[in-house]
C-alpha cells in the first residue's frame, strides 16, 4: 500500500520519495525476498535473503544468481524437488504455496549453505492483469525441523527404549482411567487397546490380586501418593508372571496431576527364587528338627537293654517323628515268618485295638516284607489292592481306613530278618521317600538295638549258668567228699574190723573215680573249648561204636533199671572218626538218658543210613525238654532243673562236649522232644566212608 506525500500534513518534516519508502521497506523486510521476472530470472533480493543464503552484495554468486546464466527455472534442485512446477503457476499469475524444500547453495559454486525453506510465490500485475514480476517470500524453517527431528528422535529413543527393556509402560488420566495405547503393554498381555483401556486392564491381573491392585490403584488416584505394588499378570500365553508396579503422578504448573506415568517391571524369577529359598529353608527347619528327632530316638534306643524296651521306645519315637496314629513292631518267630507283635503305639482313633496282639500266620503282608528284607511303602488304595493285605488277619476288612502304609524290615548283622517296624495312617497325606528313609534309618539302629539285647541277655543268662555250674560243680565236689572222710575216719581209729576196712576202702575208691570223671569231664570240655583236642581218625564200623558206648552206659543204666533196646544194623555203615571220641559221645548220650529218665524207664538205640551219611539215634521216655530249654541245651553249663530222683545230674557240660566232639568230626547231633514228659531223642550224623 502506497501513500501520496502531498497528502501529509504541513510541517511534517516528511521528504522522502515513494520509490525510497518503498526500497528501504523492501530492503529492511525480517523476510527473505527475492524477485523474479515473467521469465525466471531474479531481479531483486532484500538484505534477509543475503543472510538466509549467505549470498552478499559483491560476491561471484550474487553476480551469477543476477546473470543471465541462471534461472529458477532450470535450477537443477528446484526441478528434482518440483518446485518448478510451482513457481510456474505463479509466473502464469496464481499465487502460490511452496512446500519445504532442502535447499544447498553450494551445488551453485559458492560456500556450503543449507536450509531447509517454504516459501509463497506472488503474482505483481499490471491493472490489465499482466504479471510484471513475480515475488518469492522464503521462510527459514531448518531450526524448526530441526528441532522437531530430534523431537521425533527421542520419542523413537524412548519408545525402543522401553520396548527393549523387560517393563511396561502405561499412562492413564489424572482419575486413573487408562485413555492411551501402550504398545508394551498389548505386547506383554495381549490385550487389544479396547480390552485395556479405562480399568480393563485389571482383566489382565491374577484374580486371586486383582481385587488389592484396583484398590491400591483407586486409592493412589484419588491421594496422589506413589503407586507401588505387585501382583501377577497374565502373559500372552495365558501363564502368570510377578511383576512389580510403579506409577508416579505429573504435575501441571498449578500443582493438579495432568496424568499418571508408570510402569511394570517382571520380578518373577526374582519372586520365584525367594519363594523356593524360603520353602528350601522350611524344609531345612523340618529336616534339622526330624535330625534331631532322629538323634534322640538313637539315643534312647540305644540305651535300651531289653528288647520289650527297644520295641517300645522304637514305636513311641517312629508315631512321634513321622506323624502317624499307628506305629507297630513285630518280630519273626521261626521259620514261616509268623510275626509276634511286640510293641504297639495308637492314637484315639485305634483305641479299640490298644489290646490287639494277634500273632501272624506267615501269610500276610508282614510276612511280605520280612521275606523280601526290603521296605513297602503304599497309599490306601494300593494297600487294600495288595494281595498280602487280605491274608493279614480277619480284622482286615474292618480296620479303619489308613493314609497310607509304611513298613521296614529289621534286619541284623548277617543280614537275617529278625522282625519289622512299621508305621501307618498319617496324620497328613501319604508317605514319602524321605518318610521311609527315616524309618529304614531308624530300623537299622534298632535291629542293632536288639541284637545288642539279646546278647546282653544271652551273656546274662550264660553269667547265671556259670554262677549255678559254680555252685553244682562246689555241690558234685563236695558230696564224695564226705563219705571220704568218713571212711578216713574210720581207718584212723584203727579198731576196724577187716570187712570194714575193705568196705571203707571200696568207699573211697568210687567217690575218687567219681571225682576223677568230674575233673576229666572239665578237662575235656577246656581242651574242645579251646581246640586243643586232636582226633586219631580211622575207618570204623557204626555198630563197634554203639557197643562201646552201651558196655560203659551199661552200669548207670542198670542201678536205674531201665530197659536197653539195641536195634542192630546188619550192614554195617562205616565211618572215618576217632574211636575213643565217638564211644565218649554215644555214651554221654546213654547216660543222658539214664539220668533224666525215671527208674524203670526205656531207652532205644538205633542207627539209620542215608545215601552218604548215618545216624544214630538215642530215644527215652524221660522228663523231657521243655521249648524254652530245647534251643539251648547243648550251650555249656545247661542243664534241666534238678529232681530228687536226678541223684547223679552232673555238671551240665555232657552236651556241650557231645556237641563239639561231633563238630570235630564234620558231622551234627541235635534234639527232639515234644515237651515236658514225653521224652527225648539225640541224634547224632556222620558222613559214611
Same mark, same amino acid.
Given at each position: 500500500?502506497?501513500?501520496?506525500?502531498?497528502?501529509?500534513?504541513?510541517?511534517?518534516?516528511?521528504?522522502?520519495?515513494?520509490?525510497?519508502?518503498?526500497?528501504?521497506?523492501?530492503?529492511?523486510?525480517?523476510?527473505?525476498?527475492?524477485?523474479?521476472?515473467?521469465?525466471?530470472?531474479?531481479?531483486?533480493?532484500?538484505?534477509?535473503?543475503?543472510? %538466509?543464503?549467505?549470498?552478499?552484495?559483491?560476491?561471484?554468486?550474487? !553476480?551469477?544468481?543476477?546473470?543471465?546464466?541462471?534461472?529458477?527455472?532450470?535450477?537443477?534442485?528446484?526441478?528434482?524437488?518440483?518446485?518448478?512446477?510451482?513457481?510456474?503457476?505463479? %509466473?502464469?499469475?496464481?499465487?502460490?504455496?511452496?512446500?519445504?524444500?532442502?535447499? @544447498?547453495?553450494?551445488?551453485?559454486?559458492?560456500?556450503?549453505?543449507?536450509?531447509?525453506?517454504?516459501?509463497?510465490?506472488?503474482?505483481?500485475?499490471?491493472?490489465?492483469?499482466?504479471?510484471?514480476?513475480?515475488?518469492?517470500?522464503?521462510?527459514?524453517?531448518?531450526?524448526?525441523?530441526?528441532?522437531?527431528?530430534?523431537?521425533?528422535?527421542?520419542?523413537?529413543?524412548?519408545?525402543?527404549?522401553?520396548?527393549?527393556?523387560?517393563?511396561?509402560?502405561?499412562?492413564?488420566?489424572?482419575?486413573?482411567?487408562?485413555?492411551?495405547?501402550?504398545?508394551?503393554?498389548?505386547?506383554?498381555?495381549?490385550?487389544?487397546?479396547?480390552?485395556?483401556?479405562?480399568?480393563?486392564?485389571?482383566?489382565?491381573?491374577?484374580?486371586?490380586?486383582?481385587?488389592?491392585?484396583?484398590?491400591?490403584?483407586?486409592?493412589?488416584?484419588?491421594?496422589?501418593?506413589?503407586?507401588?505394588?505387585?501382583?501377577?499378570?497374565?502373559?500372552?500365553?495365558?501363564?502368570?508372571?510377578?511383576?512389580?508396579?510403579?506409577?508416579?503422578?505429573?504435575?501441571? !504448573?498449578?500443582?493438579?496431576?495432568?496424568?499418571?506415568?508408570?510402569?511394570?517391571?517382571?520380578?518373577?524369577?526374582?519372586?520365584?527364587?525367594?519363594?523356593?529359598?524360603?520353602?528350601?529353608?522350611?524344609?531345612?527347619?523340618?529336616?534339622?528338627?526330624?535330625?534331631?528327632?532322629?538323634?534322640?530316638?538313637?539315643?534312647?534306643?540305644?540305651?535300651?537293654?531289653?528288647?520289650?524296651?527297644?520295641?517300645?521306645?522304637?514305636?513311641?519315637?517312629?508315631?512321634?517323628?513321622?506323624?502317624?496314629?499307628?506305629?507297630?513292631?513285630?518280630?519273626?518267630?521261626?521259620?514261616?515268618?509268623?510275626?509276634?507283635?511286640?510293641? #504297639?503305639?495308637?492314637?484315639?482313633?485305634?483305641?479299640?485295638?490298644?489290646?490287639? @496282639?494277634?500273632?501272624?500266620?506267615?501269610?500276610?503282608?508282614?510276612?511280605?516284607?520280612?521275606?523280601?528284607?526290603?521296605?513297602?511303602?503304599?497309599?490306601?488304595?494300593?494297600? #487294600?489292592?495288595?494281595?498280602?493285605?487280605?491274608?493279614?488277619?480277619?480284622?482286615?476288612?474292618?480296620?479303619?481306613?489308613?493314609?497310607?502304609?509304611?513298613?521296614?524290615?529289621?534286619?541284623?548283622?548277617?543280614?537275617?530278618?529278625?522282625?519289622?517296624?512299621?508305621?501307618?495312617?498319617?496324620?497328613?497325606?501319604?508317605?514319602?521317600?524321605?518318610?521311609?528313609?527315616?524309618?529304614?534309618?531308624?530300623?537299622?539302629?534298632?535291629?542293632?538295638?536288639?541284637?545288642?539285647?539279646?546278647?546282653?541277655?544271652?551273656?546274662?543268662?550264660?553269667?547265671?549258668?556259670?554262677?549255678?555250674?559254680?555252685?553244682?560243680?562246689?555241690?558234685?565236689?563236695?558230696?564224695?567228699?564226705?563219705?571220704?572222710?568218713?571212711?578216713?575216719?574210720?581207718?584212723?581209729?584203727?579198731?576196724?574190723?577187716?570187712?570194714?576196712?575193705?568196705?571203707?576202702?571200696?568207699?573211697?575208691?568210687?567217690?575218687?573215680?567219681?571225682?576223677?570223671?568230674?575233673?576229666?569231664?572239665?578237662?575235656?570240655?577246656?581242651?574242645?573249648?579251646?581246640?586243643?583236642?586232636?582226633?586219631?581218625?580211622?575207618?570204623?564200623?557204626?555198630?563197634?561204636? #554203639?557197643?562201646?558206648?552201651?558196655?560203659?552206659?551199661?552200669?548207670?543204666?542198670?542201678?536205674?533199671?531201665? !530197659?536197653?533196646?539195641?536195634?542192630?544194623?546188619?550192614?554195617?555203615?562205616?565211618?572215618?572218626?576217632?574211636?575213643?571220641?565217638?564211644?565218649?559221645?554215644?555214651?554221654?548220650?546213654?547216660?543222658?538218658?539214664?539220668?533224666?529218665?525215671?527208674?524203670?524207664?526205656?531207652?532205644?538205640?538205633?542207627?539209620?543210613?542215608?545215601?552218604?551219611?548215618?545216624?544214630?539215634?538215642?530215644? @527215652?521216655?524221660?522228663?523231657?525238654?521243655?521249648?524254652?530249654?530245647?534251643?539251648?541245651?547243648?550251650?555249656?553249663?545247661?542243664?534241666?532243673?534238678?529232681?530228687?530222683?536226678?541223684?547223679?545230674?552232673? %555238671?551240665?557240660?555232657?552236651?556241650?562236649?557231645?556237641?563239639?566232639?561231633?563238630?570235630?568230626?564234620?558231622?551234627?547231633?541235635?534234639?527232639?522232644?515234644?515237651?515236658?514228659?514225653?521224652?527225648?531223642?539225640?541224634?547224632?550224623?556222620?558222613?559214611?566212608?
Amino acid at each position: 500500500m502506497s501513500r501520496d506525500p502531498t497528502s501529509l500534513p504541513s510541517g511534517s518534516g516528511y521528504h522522502a520519495s515513494p520509490d525510497t519508502r518503498y526500497q528501504e521497506l523492501f530492503e529492511q523486510a525480517p523476510t527473505s525476498l527475492q524477485i523474479l521476472a515473467p521469465n525466471g530470472q531474479t531481479v531483486r533480493v532484500n538484505r534477509a535473503w543475503e543472510e %538466509l543464503w549467505h549470498i552478499h552484495e559483491g560476491s561471484a554468486l550474487k !553476480a551469477f544468481v543476477f546473470s543471465t546464466e541462471y534461472n529458477v527455472l532450470t535450477d537443477a534442485q528446484l526441478i528434482t524437488s518440483g518446485i518448478v512446477s510451482y513457481l510456474k503457476r505463479a %509466473l502464469a499469475g496464481e499465487s502460490v504455496e511452496i512446500p519445504a524444500i532442502h535447499y @544447498d547453495v553450494g551445488e551453485l559454486g559458492g560456500s556450503e549453505r543449507s536450509r531447509w525453506v517454504t516459501a509463497r510465490a506472488h503474482p505483481i500485475k499490471d491493472s490489465d492483469g499482466t504479471v510484471l514480476e513475480v515475488m518469492l517470500m522464503h521462510e527459514d524453517i531448518t531450526e524448526r525441523l530441526a528441532a522437531e527431528s530430534a523431537l521425533r528422535s527421542r520419542e523413537q529413543r524412548f519408545r525402543s527404549l522401553v520396548m527393549a527393556t523387560s517393563q511396561t509402560v502405561w499412562s492413564t488420566s489424572p482419575d486413573g482411567r487408562v485413555l492411551e495405547d501402550s504398545p508394551s503393554w498389548r505386547a506383554v498381555t495381549g490385550q487389544s487397546y479396547d480390552e485395556w483401556k479405562e480399568y480393563g486392564w485389571l482383566d489382565a491381573v491374577h484374580p486371586d490380586d486383582r481385587e488389592n491392585a484396583k484398590r491400591v490403584w483407586l486409592d493412589c488416584a484419588a491421594n496422589r501418593p506413589v503407586y507401588e505394588t505387585a501382583y501377577r499378570l497374565r502373559q500372552v500365553d495365558g501363564s502368570y508372571r510377578w511383576t512389580a508396579v510403579k506409577g508416579v503422578p505429573i504435575e501441571d !504448573a498449578d500443582g493438579s496431576v495432568r496424568e499418571w506415568i508408570g510402569a511394570n517391571k517382571d520380578i518373577h524369577e526374582m519372586v520365584t527364587a525367594q519363594a523356593e529359598l524360603s520353602q528350601r529353608l522350611e524344609r531345612e527347619k523340618r529336616h534339622s528338627a526330624l535330625l534331631s528327632k532322629v538323634a534322640q530316638a538313637s539315643r534312647t534306643l540305644s540305651s535300651a537293654l531289653s528288647s520289650q524296651d527297644i520295641a517300645e521306645g522304637l514305636v513311641s519315637e517312629v508315631r512321634d517323628i513321622l506323624e502317624v496314629h499307628q506305629a507297630v513292631v513285630s518280630l519273626t518267630e521261626g521259620g514261616n515268618w509268623a510275626q509276634a507283635i511286640n510293641a #504297639v503305639s495308637l492314637s484315639d482313633k485305634y483305641a479299640g485295638y490298644r489290646h490287639y @496282639d494277634a500273632r501272624t500266620d506267615g501269610s500276610g503282608i508282614y510276612a511280605e516284607v520280612c521275606r523280601t528284607n526290603r521296605p513297602l511303602r503304599l497309599t490306601h488304595d494300593e494297600l #487294600v489292592a495288595h494281595s498280602a493285605w487280605k491274608g493279614f488277619g480277619a480284622h482286615a476288612a474292618h480296620h479303619p481306613t489308613m493314609r497310607g502304609w509304611l513298613a521296614v524290615p529289621l534286619i541284623d548283622r548277617k543280614g537275617n530278618n529278625i522282625g519289622l517296624i512299621q508305621a501307618s495312617d498319617r496324620f497328613e497325606g501319604d508317605f514319602t521317600e524321605e518318610d521311609e528313609a527315616i524309618l529304614v534309618q531308624l530300623a537299622s539302629i534298632a535291629a542293632n538295638g536288639f541284637e545288642n539285647a539279646r546278647l546282653y541277655s544271652s551273656l546274662q543268662e550264660q553269667d547265671r549258668r556259670k554262677d549255678e555250674f559254680l555252685a553244682m560243680l562246689a555241690h558234685e565236689l563236695r558230696n564224695p567228699l564226705a563219705p571220704i572222710a568218713s571212711a578216713a575216719e574210720l581207718l584212723k581209729i584203727g579198731i576196724a574190723s577187716e570187712e570194714r576196712v575193705r568196705k571203707s576202702s571200696e568207699v573211697i575208691s568210687r567217690q575218687v573215680k567219681h571225682m576223677t570223671s568230674l575233673v576229666d569231664d572239665l578237662l575235656d570240655i577246656s581242651r574242645v573249648t579251646r581246640g586243643l583236642i586232636q582226633l586219631e581218625c580211622v575207618p570204623l564200623e557204626v555198630m563197634a561204636i #554203639v557197643s562201646g558206648a552201651v558196655e560203659q552206659a551199661r552200669p548207670l543204666i542198670e542201678t536205674r533199671m531201665h !530197659a536197653l533196646t539195641v536195634v542192630p544194623d546188619p550192614g554195617g555203615p562205616r565211618v572215618m572218626g576217632d574211636p575213643n571220641r565217638l564211644v565218649q559221645v554215644l555214651a554221654n548220650l546213654l547216660n543222658n538218658a539214664a539220668k533224666y529218665t525215671p527208674r524203670g524207664g526205656q531207652i532205644v538205640v538205633w542207627v539209620e543210613r542215608g545215601a552218604q551219611s548215618v545216624s544214630i539215634h538215642v530215644r @527215652d521216655n524221660g522228663i523231657g525238654i521243655g521249648g524254652a530249654l530245647l534251643p539251648h541245651v547243648f550251650d555249656l553249663f545247661t542243664q534241666a532243673e534238678r529232681t530228687p530222683d536226678r541223684s547223679q545230674g552232673g %555238671l551240665g557240660i555232657g552236651l556241650a562236649l557231645v556237641k563239639n566232639v561231633v563238630t570235630l568230626h564234620g558231622g551234627t547231633v541235635t534234639a527232639h522232644s515234644d515237651g515236658a514228659g514225653m521224652g527225648s531223642t539225640f541224634t547224632v550224623t556222620l558222613n559214611t566212608l
